[in-house]
């Protein structure tokens, strides 16, 4: 009688009570997304709407220049695999799966009796002649000898260690998804800047062949001035260009390092000059991209993308606060009893007569604070529409980024096609315009204009071939593949970045290993931690 009435004077109906197994709060359902019904360039014949295996983006990516047998780029490979092992980022996020699942292990043990312990100890006493209303003793010196096993046991009569248990669970499955998100985007990053590293060694060639026309026209400038045939203008102006593009190569190559050096944080390992170690460049460096791509339809993007699983796993884990929070608003019900044994001489310990003990329930009920209770419910309840806004929210920016990409990845290959042509345009007028100043048919300030234009249009050609590269990846990252590379490992064979006498002689200085640094790849079966850790999500 007394549970009915609180459950109805209680923010939880008995019926729902019932429906939810005995346990206030609300049942966590699923939020609505906001997710649009088509993509915008569903049109175009390049977007397929089947759903491709996208475990092994990367392998989409294929070598340069030999377009027969086109074969996945294998440095691509080498660098996915090795940034897998090795990334940092990627270690911390495992270890927060270890720190969920151990917090989800406290929270279980939660269920059960909360105390239970065995206490025993021993005591010498001596008693007080001068105390107040002394009778006689029978022994002023004595001993005492006790061994208890004591228990007290919450029940789970509203939910409250339910609930909290649902909470880790769900919150188990967010670090999870966490962990694959990171991996989602470590392995956008290495691909991201692996294409920008070969686009500036792209653009750095260029800008080299450009040096070498424009020194050859400087000395034809010159022999020309020094016979008399020009003024010394046209020298000071080939002069003036030469050094403009050569001034641009140093520029480049800043921006190529710092790639580089972005690359090796990602790897893991100290910057450092990685194109010693990717062995002899192909002879065409941007990796080339396919001209169409699966995508599927957008809604896909709730089951694909980790980052969205987990802003949902994350207000799946808050809506169970919700019922550990109304569960104050009624009284905790336990049992508790100890048994043991007690007696003056150890030989009397165990002995039927030493028994002592006691057992009977009990309730605790926090009356006088339904206002800090309806505002720590109010609170939770707060906090959960905000995580699902935050859900919401990933929804739409899942859906930009891959609309993003896919604009860049289609226009990008149209901008590329137009801009090779006027690359091969721009060489051409590059050989005529030369052959007529040789013979004297136009001035110097048509040669200046030019070659100046095959320098823009050839440093755009690079940059516009990249950006197909670039933008497919945006497309593969926001339609969340790669996070598979968990469960189905890395086959591809990973690079050495690093000399194995170059190794042995830095472990050798190092000293002993200390505790920090026990934790390697190899120690740590799949890549980070042991993969019965990764419990597979309801979600999914």
Known sequence: MLALLLLLAGCTTPR????????????????????????????????????????????????????????????LNGLICYAY??????????????????????????????????QADYNRNISSLKDANRTLLANRYFSQFDLGFNLAWELDFWGRFRRAIE????????????????????????????????????????????????????????????GGVVAGLDVIQARSIL??????????????????????????????????????????LIPTAPVDVAVGIPADLLRRRP???????????????????????????????????????????????????????????????????????????????????VYQNTVLNANQEAEN?????????????????SVDDAEKAVTIVMAQYEAGTVDFTRVTQIQQNLVLQQDTLAQAQGEIALGLITVYKALGGGWQIRQNGCETKEL?????????????????????ETATPQSLPANVYPRAVLLAPSVK
């Not at 939020?31 to 915008?40: G, H, Q």
């Not at 970045?497 to 190794?503: R, W």
């Open 16 to 75: 729902d009570y019932v429906a939810n197994g005995l346990k206030v709060g609300p049942n966590y359902g699923r939020p609505p997304a906001p997710v649009a019904k088509d993509w915008v360039d569903a049109a175009d014949i390049r977007v397929r709407k089947e759903s491709d295996d996208l475990s092994k983006w990367w392998t989409a990516f294929k070598v340069p220049g030999n377009n027969d047998n086109l074969e996945p780029d294998p440095v």
């Open 85 to 118: 092992n090795q990334n940092l980022t990627l270690r911390q996020a495992g270890f927060r799966v270890l720190e969920a699942r151990a917090q989800l292990g406290i929270t279980t043990g939660q269920f059960f009796p909360q105390v239970q312990n065995i």
């Open 167 to 226: 909470s880790a669970s769900k919150s188990l499955d967010a670090s999870v998804e966490n962990y694959d998100d990171v991996l989602v985007t470590l392995l956008g990053d290495v691909a991201t800047n692996y294409v920008q590293m070969r686009t500036f060694e792209q653009r750095i060639v260029y800008a080299k062949k450009n040096v070498d026309i424009q020194r050859a026209t400087l000395k034809i400038a010159e022999a020309k001035n020094q």
């Open 243 to 284: 050094e403009q593009t050569q001034a641009e190569i140093p520029e480049l190559e800043i921006s190529l390092r710092q790639t580089i050096n972005q690359l090796c944080v990602l790897l893991g390992i100290p910057p450092e000059d990685l194109r010693a170690r990717l062995g002899t460049p192909p002879k065409e």
């Open 307 to 389: 980052d969205v699983r987990r802003a949902e796993r994350q207000a799946a884990a808050q809506s169970a606060q919700i019922g550990v929070a109304e569960a104050d608003f009624y009284p905790h019900i336990s049992i508790s009893g100890t048994i043991g044994y007690s007696a003056a001489q150890f030989k009397d310990l165990f002995t039927s007569n030493a028994v002592t003990g006691s057992i009977g329930p009990s309730f605790q009920w926090n009356i006088l604070n339904y206002g800090r209770i309806l505002n720590n419910l109010r609170l939770q309840d707060a906090t959960f529409n905000e995580l699902v806004t």
């Open 405 to 421: 990409g896919l604009v860049t990845f289609l226009r990008g290959q149209e901008r590329t096609k137009y801009q090779k042509l």
């Open 496 to 516: 050495q970045l690093q000399d194995p006498a170059v190794a042995s002689a830095s472990a050798a200085s190092a000293g002993p290993r200390k505790h920090a």
